[in-house]
């Protein structure tokens, strides 16, 4: 079976935790360097896994030609200039959430896959967990009757100003991080673009980064997003799709560890008391490595791209219409 030679471009903690090992630990895929400004980084992290060749610049792990695709984990801010530049050299390119700062910008990732004819996947590892294929497919089955509302919160506390996420010209901001996941799936369930927007945004006074930002969706048909995404909070995530005829709740929905067996819970709602509502149990799997696997098997040409990086565009516009709409006060259209 064929597999893909990777190139991780920074040794940032994501790669490291998560996707470095869910590569290691799949079917389709082997780590053949790894790229740090830092040399003696870049070496360390090599050593620690095993990778053969590290390097102490981007730009010399673009130029092997032993690698067929670049994992770009790096600041939200470099997402689009790194992308591009792996496209130009040739790398198919798997990157990190969110695909840029705003939708004009991630324009130039569609030209240069154009001219490249590589391809590029936005790393939205929830789409590969067997528990959201399951939801999907309840909600297009009718299970809950029509999709009225859904509710998803993502929150956790992140106070170290030195950390990413707290650093506005890295592009940090709790909507830029986990937001983005409430809105992901709500197209993903819904099947469509929102209409319009509206969002209610905190930001700290020192670090300017959006703290807690809870926003309003309107889909075609009336159905409804309601979401918060936040730094500031215990940790709690948790997403409710509330049906015509029933109900699906999803008690650890983005990030569940590879270790943990999910579990959904469908109620018809006739029992307030909970006596109606029916579980299903999926084991426990690695997501991101079923995310890198389905990332190779498309750059091999083995199957088609389910989510082309024009969909990582169209999260950028309703996360610029939120942004716009904290200012405004109004509704704002994507």
């Known amino acids: 079976m064929p597999k893909i030679r990777w190139g991780i471009l920074s040794t940032a903690n994501i790669g490291i935790k998560r996707v470095i090992p869910a590569i290691l630990s799949g079917e389709r895929g082997g780590i053949a360097a790894i790229a740090s400004r830092d040399a003696s980084r870049a070496a360390e992290v090599a050593a620690r896994f095993a990778i053969p060749r590290s390097y102490g610049s981007y730009e010399a792990l673009l130029n ?6 670049i994992y770009n984990p790096l600041p939200n801010h470099l997402h689009v200039e790194w ?4 496209l130009n050299a040739g790398k198919h390119v798997l990157c990190e959430k969110p695909l840029g700062l705003n939708a004009p910008e991630t324009r130039a990732i569609v030209d240069a896959r154009e001219q490249s004819q590589k391809k590029v996947i936005e790393a939205f590892m929830v789409r590969h967990h067997p528990q959201w294929h399951r939801v999907r497919a309840l909600v297009r089955a009718g299970r809950i009757g029509t999709v009225r509302n859904m509710q998803s919160a993502f929150q956790f506390t992140v106070l170290d100003p030195n950390n990413v996420r707290n650093q506005a010209k890295l592009g940090g901001g709790a909507l830029y991080d986990v937001g983005c996941y409430p809105l992901v799936t709500a197209r993903y369930i819904f099947g469509a673009e929102p209409a319009r927007v509206i969002a209610l945004i905190n930001r700290d006074a020192d670090l300017g980064v959006d703290t807690l930002t809870s926003g309003l969706l309107e889909f075609p048909g009336g159905g409804q997003l309601v979401f918060s995404s ?15 005829d029933g109900r699906i709740e999803m008690p650890v929905p983005f990030t ?17 008391d909970g006596t109606s509502a029916e579980f299903e ?4 799997v690695d997501q991101y490595s079923l995310q890198c696997d389905a990332a190779a098997a498309a750059f091999l040409g083995e199957t088609q791209q389910e989510f082309p990086i024009e969909d990582g565009i169209a999260t950028m516009r309703i996360i610029d219409a939120l942004y716009r709409s904290a200012v405004s006060g109004r509704w704002e259209t994507p």
């Open 64 to 69: 092997d030609s032993k690698i067929d695709a």
């Open 83 to 86: 992308t591009v530049k792996a």
């Open 230 to 244: 936040g730094f500031r909070a215990a940790a709690y995530q948790r997403v409710t799709i509330l049906g015509s």
């Open 256 to 272: 569940p560890a590879k270790d943990f067996a999910c579990r959904i819970t469908i109620d018809s709602g006739k029992s307030l």
């Open 281 to 284: 149990h999926f084991p426990a």
